[in-house]
């Protein structure tokens, strides 16, 4: 065996060792001191080691020191263990490392069979090249509202690329109280301007009001602004919450608005039973942004931008100079005339091996197991006297706080993750909801089990003694 095969199979064997090993070991811990300075104080070598030296500083310094997301009693941010399917081609990708820009070869013919499943997953309209994996959910964002911000241009009669946007009325964009730092970034990048991301309040249920969003739109209108976006939740980072994707979608419709969905975390929710209701409106959206990286399980990073008319990605990214032009393209043209990524990694394989591995039917039973264990962390929570649910569950995000005292709640629930996270047995993260300081414990992994939760509350108990 050759150098690689031989290191191969040890890599391989260290991978499969760390997984299965995971649920034995602290959930999370600090890194050690002597690790913290090998990992980020190393001296460049000069000259190069053997393979295998490599993989036992794999062993000795990296794999024992995770973020955590492997664990079942992880419930941080929304951060998924890797699916096995996904581990296994990760270095078949890395074998072939293609750019899947473009081009005739397996990448990016298998990225138009990922795409249209993701939007057959979850009934989102598939046009031919409807769609492209990103790096995730903010990349994605990014594609859907360039495309938004030119189809709004070119509708009255100029180019923002090519124009620019100063001495035209400001472009508005409007995003719930409750939707993710990403929509604001990528409308600041855009030069849509923070100042005009309007902020829609929500209801009691932590949802888009879409009532004060049609006030917001006509007020802008009045005002000689152009408002041009609506980005809605599918599944909010706080609650997981689901806006009213129906009737934003008739404002939108109303106002001639280009509605943008984000379902990065959530979109998938739509397959648990008796969930198709709350997501009514999606399939209506112009864009979803929908994350493989996250309730999926394929190793980071991707995500996926989709879209019901790819031309305006196109019409807002393609740029063809000379040393790209490809004759024999077909009438999509390349993947990179859709975002600002050239090169783009072969994201595609992860995904579909994650896909071809679960089915349709092991998606929806990851989907209904990790609901099923928000709900019944939520349920536990209400039977608690020391426990309080801060929102109703709709994905798989259950929103809660620990009320053990009558006073000083708000610094004690956001000094209770880190507390239960340095403790090693549980790892959940915190937030603010509704002006009040919460714990969100996020559901993604198939092996978590209901003894869990118990434990993740007992914990959480033991945790806010010391506080
Ligand atoms: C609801 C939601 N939208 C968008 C994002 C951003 O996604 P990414 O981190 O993949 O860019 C996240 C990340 O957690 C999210 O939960």
């Known amino acids: 065996m050759d150098e690689l095969s031989t290191a ?3 890599a391989a064997a260290l991978a499969a060792g760390h997984l299965a090993g995971v649920a034995d070991r602290p959930v999370w811990r600090p890194v050690p001191d002597a690790d ?3 990992l980020s104080g190393q001296e460049l070598p000069e000259t190069g080691r053997p393979l295998e030296d490599l993989l036992e500083d794999a062993a000795a310094r990296i794999l024992p020191n995770p973020m955590g997301n492997g664990h079942p009693r992880f419930f941080g941010w929304v951060n998924s263990p890797p699916s096995p399917a996904g581990v296994l081609v990760e270095p078949l990708a890395a074998a072939l490392n293609p750019s899947c820009a473009g081009g005739d070869h397996a990448g990016p013919l298998l990225e138009r069979t990922v795409v249209r499943w993701l939007a057959e997953l979850v009934g989102f309209p598939h046009p031919p090249g409807g769609g492209l994996l990103t790096s995730g959910a903010s990349m994605a964002t990014i594609v859907c509202l360039a495309a938004a911000r030119q189809r709004a241009a070119r509708a009255d009669g100029w180019d923002a690329r090519e124009d620019g946007l100063s001495g035209r009325p400001p472009m508005v964009a409007y995003v719930s109280a409750e939707g993710h730092s990403c929509l604001h970034k990528a409308a600041q990048l855009l030069g849509v301007g923070a100042r005009n991301v309007r902020v ?8 888009m009001d879409v009532a004060a969003l049609r006030a917001m739109v006509a007020e802008d209108r009045a005002a000689g602004l152009r408002p041009f976006c609506v980005a809605a939740s599918a599944g909010t980072v706080n609650s997981g919450a689901v806006d009213p994707l129906d009737a934003v979608a008739d404002v939108a419709a109303e106002h001639g608005l280009w509605f943008h969905v984000d379902g990065a975390y959530g979109a998938l929710g739509v397959l648990a039973a008796g969930a198709a209701p709350r997501y009514a409106g999606m399939e209506r959206a112009d864009s979803l942004a929908l994350d493989p990286h996250k309730w999926l399980g394929v190793p980071v990073g991707c995500g996926c931008a989709l879209l019901r008319d790819p031309a305006a990605a196109r019409a807002a990214f393609s740029l063809v100079p000379a040393y790209l032009v490809d004759d024999h393209a077909d009438d999509l043209g390349w993947f990179s005339e859709y975002g600002p990524e050239q090169t783009r990694p072969f994201r595609a394989l992860k995904t579909w091996a994650t896909l ?11 989907v209904e197991h990790t609901s099923g264990l928000a709900r019944t962390l939520a349920a536990m929570v209400e039977q608690a006297p020391d426990f309080e649910l801060l929102a109703p569950v709709e994905t798989s995000i259950t929103a809660f706080r620990h009320t053990p005292r009558e006073d000083g709640l708000d610094a004690l629930n956001r000094a209770l993750p880190v507390a239960l996270q340095r403790r090693g047995n549980a790892f959940l993260t915190g937030t603010r909801l509704g ?33």
Do not use: I
């Open 8 to 10: 191969g199979a040890r």
């Open 356 to 366: 071809s591995h679960l089915g349709r039917q092991g998606v929806t039973r990851l």
């Open 435 to 467: 002006g009040r300081d919460a714990l969100r414990a996020c559901f993604l992994h198939p092996g978590t089990t209901e003894d869990d939760l118990t434990l993740l509350l007992d914990e959480l108990r033991l945790a806010a003694k010391d506080l």
């Open 200 to 207: 829609v309040p929500v209801d009691a249920r932590h949802r």
């Open 36 to 38: 913290r300075a090998w």
